[in-house]
């Protein structure tokens, strides 16, 4: 992962990139963030930047077999450990090591439920042992593969038990050479205060509402910006907890947008202003992005007409929906629903009665999609 990857924090970035360049590379640090802050994408970025064999003056190269084997979390001085569930065999994170790396992979601002998703783990305990501490020991021990430094990433050391802190810190105590320790942890009252003690705080804040909203919309381009920004308001800086919002209200827009249009084309005037009532009672702000949303899933049955399906970038019932709701359209159809779209979101902003737009729409809608039975 590269920094430019890692949202915000552009000030920590710099001095992280900094303390390296000048060869300032403490033996242990604890990256320190709540959910959805980037700690962990913050510290393998640290760890890529170390380890790349072509620094570029703010970032990695992302070229170099080193850069090219960090994006895959494959390289062979980057030794990783993490929570598991224990079997009767299984105690170390080895046997899981591929599957952690394919979470993260998918997302870097990895938490316990999607990790837990990841592993297929369903409600068991997730912990560290003794036997990961022996692991990790072992792991450094052996020299480093490629002549450079070893980095050794522990992901949620607070769920360490007892034994396995203990002798964490014992390690800790003695530093190999050329040998890191990147702590990334969530919360660390949970951490021996010793372990502690032992590393150089790395503080990663949860992200500023605007970092949050840019990164949902890069993330779900068809979002819009207020849709984006309420969704990076109420989720406190913390990245998974916006797109959790975003994709709700989104399901939400869905529902409302599939039961809208079935209604005008059966012509159900009752159950049409029934759905205006609603639209009427719900916000501006939501009544904006459902247009919107209205307007992103045309452009979808745009592209499947283009036989350009490649490019759709919707899934499941929505998939579903487009290609059954594209077949009811023509190209006048079509061209006449977008604009109607486009009106009532200018309306919309104009203060227009919502009730009275909604229902004046819906009833062009009803005569746009009739058009196209006959
Ligand atoms: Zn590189």
Redesign the pocket.
């Known amino acids: 992962m590269q920094f430019s990857k890692v949202i915000g924090h552009a000030a920590l970035k710099a001095k992280l990139i900094g303390n390296i360049r000048e060869g300032r590379i403490p033996h242990a640090q604890l990256f320190v963030g709540p959910r959805g802050s980037g700690n962990l994408p913050m510290a393998l970025a640290y760890a890529q930047y170390l380890l790349?064999?072509?620094r570029q003056a703010v970032d990695?190269?992302?070229?170099?077999p080193?850069?090219l084997q960090m994006a895959k979390l494959e390289h062979p001085d980057l030794h990783l450990a993490f929570p598991i569930y224990f079997t009767d065999k299984v105690k170390v994170c080895e046997a899981f090591v591929t599957d952690w790396r394919k979470a993260v992979r998918n997302e870097p601002y990895l938490d316990m439920d999607r990790w837990r998703e990841g592993m297929e783990s369903e409600n068991k305990q997730l912990r560290m042992g003794v036997d990961i501490a022996h692991e990790i020991q072992r792991r450094l021990s052996l020299k480093s593969f490629r002549g450079g430094h070893k980095v050794m990433l522990v992901w949620m050391p607070e769920l360490m038990d007892a034994a396995a802190s203990n002798k964490l810190l014992k390690v800790l105590e003695e530093p190999e050479p050329n040998t890191l320790f990147l702590l990334v942890a969530t919360d660390m009252d949970q951490l021996l205060a010793t372990i502690v003690s032992r590393a150089q705080l790395v503080k990663v804040p949860a992200l500023a509402t605007d970092e949050v909203a840019d990164a949902l919309r890069e993330r779900m381009p068809e979002l819009g910006i207020d849709a984006a920004r309420a969704a990076a308001a109420r989720s406190e800086g913390d990245l998974l907890e916006a797109v959790r919002l975003a994709s709700e209200s989104e399901a939400e827009h869905f529902v409302f947008f599939r039961d809208w249009l079935r209604a005008c084309y059966k012509r159900e005037v009752t159950t049409t202003a029934e759905l205006a009532d609603g639209f009427a009672k719900l916000g501006r702000e939501w009544q904006k992005s459902l247009v919107r949303y209205g307007l992103f899933i045309m452009r979808q049955c745009a592209l499947r007409w283009m036989g350009a399906d490649g490019l759709v970038r919707v899934d499941g019932q929505e998939l579903e929906f487009v290609g059954n709701f594209s077949k009811l359209l023509s190209e006048r159809s079509a061209d006449g629903i977008r604009r109607e779209l486009e009106i009532a979101h200018t309306h919309i902003e104009r203060n227009a009665n919502p009730k009275v737009m909604f229902m004046d729409m819906s009833y062009r809608m009803m005569g746009l999609l009739r058009v196209d039975r006959q």
């Not at 990695?60 to 170099?64: F, S």
């Open positions: 790349c064999e072509d990695a190269c992302g070229e170099c080193s850069c």
